[in-house]
């Protein structure tokens, strides 16, 4: 029983054993980290991928969409120019040119049937208030029968539209 409770002897400072288990610790830390490290880059990569790809389609429909306002506004200003060079050639100012030259779509200077119906549906959308019975018809139009709307012909019946309108106001 002396030896075992001799205070004199030098106490022991780990040996093997705890050396061991510092360095599979230390092996198994490392490993953890490298093991975890790879599974949280591999997450964060799918991730980007996902929200990458969906900024990708947001980017293309804003930038379609853009396109699509741009063709709509170059058609607006093209109708404004050839609205303005018709008063500078003689159409009195009480009528509106622009709606002509909305109306053809395919800059060919005459309306055609398909471009008057498509014209005539948007405009009805966008006044809501208004109804088919307020817009004259095709027919109205087309005084040679020919199956487009000349520019002359377009004039001449907003004129008669504008007269009829002054009579009813005339009229009360």
Same mark, same amino acid.
């Given at each position: 029983m002396g030896d075992y409770f001799d205070k004199s002897? &030098?106490?022991q400072q780990g040996g093997p054993g705890l050396v061991k288990l510092a360095a599979g610790s230390a092996a198994g830390w490392f490993l953890g980290g490298k093991i975890h490290a790879k599974r949280t880059v591999t997450k964060l990569k799918k991730k980007h991928a996902q929200e990458r790809a969906a900024f990708v389609q947001l980017y293309r429909e804003q930038v379609g969409a853009l396109q699509e306002f741009n063709k709509e506004s &170059?058609?607006?200003i093209q109708a404004m120019e050839s609205s303005i060079i018709a008063r500078?050639? %003689?159409? !009195?100012a009480e009528i509106d040119t622009v709606p002509f030259f909305m109306a053809d779509t395919d800059g060919s200077k005459k309306i055609s049937k398909h471009e008057f119906d498509k014209y005539v549906r948007e405009y009805l959308m966008n006044? !809501? %208030?208004l109804k088919p019975e307020d817009i004259p018809r095709w027919e109205n139009f087309d005084h040679d029968h020919s199956g487009q709307i000349t520019f002359d012909e377009y004039n001449q019946q907003m004129a008669k539209e504008i007269r009829k309108a002054q009579y009813r106001a005339a009229k009360g």
């Open positions: 002897a &030098a106490p &170059a058609r607006i500078q050639n %003689g159409v !009195p006044y !809501p %208030g």
